[in-house]
């Protein structure tokens, strides 16, 4: 077997030996430079409901442009956003695919990588179950030379593994809310700096995965995803789901101040069970109809009342129950809302 085919494998089995997220992002990225040559590397977890940074890890020279690339992601129009890739048939792509290798075409390569010194990317959502958990951007440096449909193609075939060990890291360990945690603010001036915090937010920040910049990447994101709402249109305040490095969740939501100086303001919340309870079902692997089932479960349904609400028969919800124990490795309706629902001792 060609060299190459053993360290695509190994990086398969990797991915599913349940490492956790520091370990998945620093394993299976030394994994796949042994695969694909690169320059410089963007790796990033991500809300599969809202599509946000959770968390992200952008390798020099990336970091001093993140404001930048944020801009970019959530604010401009341009090829292969991570967004559009997470929900396409094809989430993986190169920019001069895209561009038909008139890179020029996008403003990300004209005003940010350009300047930086790079060239092509090889931009993948890692997608697994119909749900996307993150997200990876693979750069060289500037050359006519870019990616090849062939090192494309080993991308595609890997993100999935990739996209379920950062899935199965958020099950490790299992979710818990600490009742002493209290909500906490954050003041972001447009360029994303630091006008103001309260101290319970830089509590509840410092419990999250750091990176390399100021503040963790899911402030970022959903003040970036907030000014993106507001150039092209109206749509929800911006909220994702976070795990800390602990446990316990956290919730941020984005919005707009009123008055003269109209910060961007940035609540940091504990999550209740209840809010990450769907992210965890989709991290067990359920299918949108277990997930249903199951959610009707958390919330007291007895199985007629679940049948009725999906229009399903009382064995078929028998059947999705029985798939959703097997799945989340408990043996009983009450040990799923345990599991789910409950703090640990």
């Given at each position: 077997m060609p060299s190459s085919g053993r360290a695509e494998q190994d990086l398969v089995r990797l991915c599913h030996n349940g490492m956790d997220r520091d370990g998945v992002r620093r394993e299976v990225l030394r994994a796949l430079r042994r695969l694909l040559p690169v320059d410089a590397v963007f790796f990033a977890t991500a809300d599969p409901e809202t599509l946000l940074f959770t968390g992200a890890w952008p390798e020099e020279p990336l970091g001093a442009a993140t404001a930048l690339f944020l801009d970019n992601e959530f604010g401009r129009r341009d090829v292969n956003k991570f967004a559009s890739l997470a929900t396409s048939v094809r989430p993986v792509a190169t920019l001069d695919s895209a561009t038909r290798k008139d890179r020029a075409v996008s403003e990300r390569y004209r005003e940010i990588m350009r300047p930086l010194g790079l060239g092509d990317e090889l931009r993948a959502a890692l997608v697994t179950g119909g749900q996307c958990w993150g997200y990876l951007c693979l750069h060289r440096e500037d050359h006519e030379l870019g990616f090849t449909s062939a090192e494309a193609a080993?991308?595609?075939?890997?993100?999935?593994?990739?996209?379920?060990?950062?899935?199965?890291?958020?099950?490790?360990?299992?979710?818990?809310?600490?009742?002493?945690?209290?909500?906490?603010?954050?003041?972001?001036?447009?360029?994303?700096?630091?006008?103001?915090?309260?101290?319970?937010?830089?509590?509840?920040?410092?419990?999250?995965?750091?990176?390399?910049?100021p503040l963790p990447a899911a402030v970022y994101s959903v003040a970036s995803a907030l000014r993106g709402i507001e150039r092209h249109g109206a749509g929800p305040p911006p909220s994702i789901r976070v795990r800390t490095r602990a446990g316990p969740w956290l919730t941020l939501h984005a919005s707009r101040l009123t008055g003269e100086t109209a910060h961007v303001t940035v609540v940091v919340e504990p999550a209740e069970s209840r809010a990450a309870a769907p992210l965890l079902l989709s991290a067990h692997g359920l299918t949108a109809r277990e997930a249903e089932v199951a959610t009707l479960v958390l919330r007291g349904n007895p199985t007629r009342a679940i049948a009725d609400t999906l229009h399903i028969s009382a064995n078929t919800v028998q059947d999705h129950l029985k798939a959703v124990f097997d799945k989340t490795g408990v043996r009983s309706r009450r040990d799923l809302v345990a599991m789910l629902l409950s703090p640990p001792p």
């Open positions: 080993v991308l595609r075939r890997l993100s999935p593994h990739i996209a379920q060990a950062i899935r199965t890291a958020l099950l490790l360990p299992g979710p818990t809310v600490d009742p002493r945690l209290k909500p906490g603010v954050v003041l972001l001036a447009d360029d994303l700096s630091t006008v103001a915090m309260t101290p319970e937010a830089e509590h509840l920040l410092s419990l999250l995965d750091p990176g390399v910049l």
